[in-house]
């Protein structure tokens, strides 16, 4: 009775079936897409197929745009894939007309480049001529003239490593446009002694880069007063002779 009643179990027990085997399709579908995505991307990047066809540059003022592309250095047919946006930015932050620059790759066969050109802050006269200076003290190229509304820097050393530089060229920045506006020359013999030559004959003597925004504030009303000589290296205590 036991035996006939497991027998009977056993029989009626479903049977496991074993997966059919998977195509012969499928085995060779994912090798097969590796293989085209990796030949897709070789010739993408070898291939002058998707090769630069034009360099467009922007934000160039002075800057001639031939001068930029020759610069970035890429060639016409390049393959885009080749391509290095921040090679592009160094090699074109190497000109000294240069502050800063941005490459964008426009698919499918062009470079954009954005290019921020410096712009004079001061001037100092050296042997070869008049330097202009940006705002950090760089001197970016030599003119034979002044530019008219540039001030002169007159300092010991003019450049970016000259701390007498940078504090005169920071006083400079911080003053209200009408009054920067006034600014003939800016000297700068040390750090701690800086002084702003008006026009009209008009002298400011600013002292140190200390509380420079509190003595660009007050020196506005300060220059309504008649007088030649107005003194704010203590800006709580103003002079005007």
């Known amino acids: 009775m036991?035996?006939?009643g497991a027998a009977e179990r056993a029989r009626r027990r479903p049977v496991?079936?074993?997966?059919p085997p998977a195509p012969a399709w499928r085995r060779f579908l994912l090798p097969g897409l590796l293989a085209v995505a990796t030949t897709g991307f070789l010739v993408a990047y070898f291939s002058p197929l998707l090769g630069v066809r034009s360099v467009q540059?922007?934000?160039?003022?002075s800057l001639p745009a031939q001068e930029v592309v020759r610069a970035a250095e890429v060639a016409e047919g390049t393959p885009m894939l080749q391509v290095d946006p921040e090679q592009i930015r160094e090699h074109?932050?190497?000109l000294a007309e240069v502050a800063d620059a941005r490459a964008?790759?426009?698919w499918p066969s062009t470079v954009r480049i954005q290019v921020t050109e410096r712009t004079p802050a001061?001037?100092?006269r050296a042997t070869d001529g008049v330097r202009l200076l940006d705002v950090s003290g760089?001197?970016?190229e030599t003119v034979a003239d002044p530019p008219a509304g540039v001030p002169?820097?007159?300092?010991p050393q003019a450049s970016a490593s000259d701390p007498a530089t940078r504090a005169g060229l920071s006083v400079l920045v911080a003053l209200p446009a009408p009054v920067r506006s006034e600014v003939t020359a800016v000297l700068a013999q040390a750090p701690n002694d800086i002084r702003l030559e008006l026009t009209g004959g008009r002298r400011v003597d600013w002292g140190s880069v200390k509380d420079t925004p509190r003595k660009a504030q007050i020196l506005p009303p300060l220059l309504t007063r008649p007088g030649t000589i107005y003194d704010v290296t203590t800006p709580a205590l103003p002079t005007v002779a």
């Open 152 to 155: 002169e820097l007159r300092a």
């Open 16 to 19: 496991r079936r074993s997966a």
């Open 92 to 94: 074109l932050r190497a």
């Open 104 to 106: 964008v790759l426009d």
């Open 2 to 4: 036991t035996d006939r």
């Open 57 to 61: 540059v922007e934000g160039n003022d």
């Open 138 to 140: 760089v001197p970016f």
């Open 122 to 124: 001061a001037y100092f």
